[in-house]
């Protein structure tokens, strides 16, 4: 069951009641100093980190942090501070600080607090507060048994660079003059594990890990460290392929960061500054005609769920992308304003995304691509979201007649991602629970490989 009140209480310094009353006085405080409106954000976290290498304690952390953080305008100025400090005095202080930069600041027709009649007015439970009462013995314990099962599943693994079990609880307040004001609180629990694995051919490092709300959902220990270490083995004896143009599926692991310059081909800021290459594009194709991608942000434990975004606009479930054309862009009210639309709920991101799937499986799709690559890990950043030419070092398996044949490493793969998208042919139903999006590993069926 999620947790009481009364157990995030003991969880934090501050009560979600005391925390309301701190954006209360703040924005009373701002308004009388001459802001014209405010808007208070105000956040405390805590948790710990427990790392274990070769079987011993390489350190343990206790994280207790809290922010408040005043956004004011005097008219269309705006200006911003913060402190991690709650006192009187203190916020009188940052108050003080965020109308000076205002004042110093030109007014921008844009700016201000986002449109009242937009604002969440219903808060359902989106169950993602599960506190893990984990103690340092306790989380010790789990990392040794972690790593142990690592070591053991092969006798190829001859190094280990440790495993961590973290534990992170969260809870803030939004708030703005125009009386909306809004808490919530939230979990976040991990288990990881990094193994190195050698024989004649060389030596291979690859990791593993799972993340959830509840740590009741979380992979067992002992899986997560033989996952890592039957990743890290299968990449042995691993050789570069001959240049050319080959089908490539992006593995679920790394699939997720092609939707990702995708959402920031979208989002508000680079639309705009006309910084994306997707610019103008609401209502065309960009994608293949079978991708339908949708925001579902009410979803219970999902890792992005809210009823309301950074400025407290409601959000809503909606399709981003439509049979392959583009239904939605990502915007807050500054970017909606500077481009004539309106919000669509998105100012501090992006609420769990959903991509449609073609296949039932990986295995499948490999079977659809036939021969080609399957990318496990992508390296450096060479992605221009201006023009959306990409180019990144890869590593993955070489794939003959839908079977992986061989692993492979040292190449690069390349291309548009306006071509990428639509020369996507499937995805595979294979997303991971831990991911914050929901997105299968992904067929292209055409990019350039350089290899040997």
């Known amino acids: 069951m999620q947790a009481s009140s009364h157990e995030s209480r003991l969880m934090f310094h501050h009560s979600a009641d005391q925390l309301q009353e701190l954006c209360q006085q703040a924005i009373n405080k701002a308004r009388k100093q001459g802001a014209s409106s405010v808007e208070i954000d105000i956040s405390e976290s805590a948790g710990q980190n427990v790392q274990v290498r070769q079987q011993n304690v390489e350190h343990i952390e206790y994280q207790q942090d809290k922010s408040l953080d005043v956004t004011v305008y005097v008219g269309q100025a705006k200006g911003r501070a913060s402190t991690a400090d709650f006192s009187n005095k203190a916020i009188d202080e940052v108050i003080g600080a965020a109308l000076n930069i205002a004042r110093f600041t030109a007014q921008d027709d844009c700016a201000g607090l986002a449109d009242a009649a937009l604002l969440a007015m219903e808060f359902g439970d989106t169950e993602s507060f599960f506190p893990w009462r984990l ?259 890869a590593a993955g398996f070489w794939v003959e007649n839908g079977v992986i044949a061989y692993p492979v490493e040292g190449i690069t793969i390349a291309s548009r991602l306006q071509e990428m998208f639509m020369a996507m042919v499937g995805a595979a139903d294979d997303a991971l629970k831990r991911s914050t999006h929901k997105v299968g590993s992904i067929l292209i069926d055409n990019m350039t490989i350089a290899g040997a």
Not at 152 to 176: C, L, M, P, W
Not at 177 to 195: K, P
């Open 135 to 393: 103690s340092a013995d306790e989380a010790i314990e789990i990392g040794k048994k972690t790593e142990q099962a690592a070591l053991d599943t092969d006798e190829r693994i001859k190094n280990s660079e440790g495993a961590e079990v973290q534990t992170d609880h969260y809870q803030f307040v939004y708030a703005n003059s125009n009386d909306f004001c809004a808490y919530q609180r939230g979990s976040r629990h991990s288990i990881s594990c990094s193994v190195v694995a050698a024989d004649a051919s060389g030596m291979q490092r690859d990791y593993w890990y799972d993340l959830a709300r509840d740590a009741r959902d979380l992979a067992d220990a002992e899986i997560i460290g033989q996952t890592a270490a039957t990743r890290t083995v299968r990449r042995l004896d691993s050789r570069s392929v001959a240049t050319g143009k080959y089908p490539v599926i992006f593995d679920t692991t790394i699939a997720g960061s092609l939707i990702g310059h995708l959402v920031g081909a979208l989002s508000g800021s680079a639309l705009y500054r006309q910084t994306s290459f997707l610019v103008d594009s609401l209502g065309k194709q960009i994608m293949a005609p079978w991708v339908c991608l949708t925001e579902k942000p009410h979803v219970k434990k999902a890792l992005a769920s809210t009823y309301f975004d950074a400025e407290g606009v409601a959000t809503h479930e909606r399709t981003v992308i439509n049979e392959g054309s583009v239904a939605g862009y990502f915007l807050g009210s500054y970017s909606a304003r500077k481009l004539g639309m309106r919000t669509t709920g998105n100012a501090g991101g992006v609420h769990n995304l959903y991509l449609n799937h073609t296949h039932a499986s990986q295995d499948d799709l490999l079977k659809t691509m036939g021969t080609g690559l399957l990318v496990t890990e992508l390296m450096g950043q060479g992605v221009n979201a201006i023009t959306g030419d990409y180019s990144r070092g």
